[in-house]
């Protein structure tokens, strides 16, 4: 994998346990101090939060290989992590996901159009997901 498809996987996964953190986090506010929880919802954010720093350390390791890559002057500069997509097997996943909700929902529901939605934006990303991987092809 390139730097920037490791840089927007890292980053993805940051996200997703910056989101975790806060919710424990929430959580563990709302604990009284003789909770049976607290100090094991405690190790938990310790545990998580040792590993966002382990992740920001890769991506600022990342971020400086693909700032090389872009002033080099060799070629075409990287895109932004926004701009690189997930990684194809991801976006499948997720796919598959939406289209069992979407099966699994009453015909015209809410949640049946939320789902077909996401369907059809899944179908575009993992077809840019598609076409970025080709054109980075040697």
């Given at each position: 994998?390139?730097?920037?498809?490791?840089?927007?996987?890292?980053?993805?996964?940051?996200?997703?346990?910056?989101?975790?953190l806060?919710?424990?986090?929430?959580?563990?506010?709302?604990?009284?101090?003789?909770?049976?929880?607290?100090?094991?919802?405690?190790?938990?954010?310790?545990?998580?939060?040792?590993?966002?720093?382990?992740?920001?350390?890769?991506?600022?390791?990342?971020?400086?290989?693909?700032?090389?890559?872009?002033?080099?002057?060799?070629?075409?500069?990287?895109?932004?992590?926004?701009?690189?997509?997930?990684?194809?097997?991801?976006?499948?996943?997720?796919?598959?996901?939406?289209?069992?909700?979407?099966?699994?929902?009453?015909?015209?529901?809410?949640?049946?159009l939320?789902?077909?939605?996401?369907?059809?934006?899944?179908?575009?990303?993992?077809?840019?997901?598609?076409?970025?991987?080709?054109?980075?092809?040697p």
């Amino acid at each position: 994998m390139d730097a920037s498809r490791e840089l927007r996987a890292s980053s993805d996964a940051l996200l997703d346990d910056l989101a975790l953190l806060a919710g424990l986090e929430q959580e563990k506010r709302t604990l009284s101090p003789e909770s049976p929880r607290l100090v094991s919802l405690a190790e938990e954010i310790e545990r998580l939060a040792a590993r966002v720093l382990g992740q920001s350390r890769r991506q600022r390791s990342l971020s400086e290989v693909i700032t090389d890559q872009a002033s080099d002057g060799t070629g075409k500069p990287p895109p932004s992590i926004e701009a690189t997509p997930r990684e194809i097997h991801l976006i499948l996943a997720d796919w598959r996901d939406a289209e069992r909700r979407m099966a699994e929902a009453t015909p015209g529901s809410r949640p049946a159009l939320d789902a077909e939605a996401e369907v059809d934006r899944l179908r575009e990303e993992y077809r840019a997901a598609h076409e970025y991987a080709r054109q980075r092809r040697p």
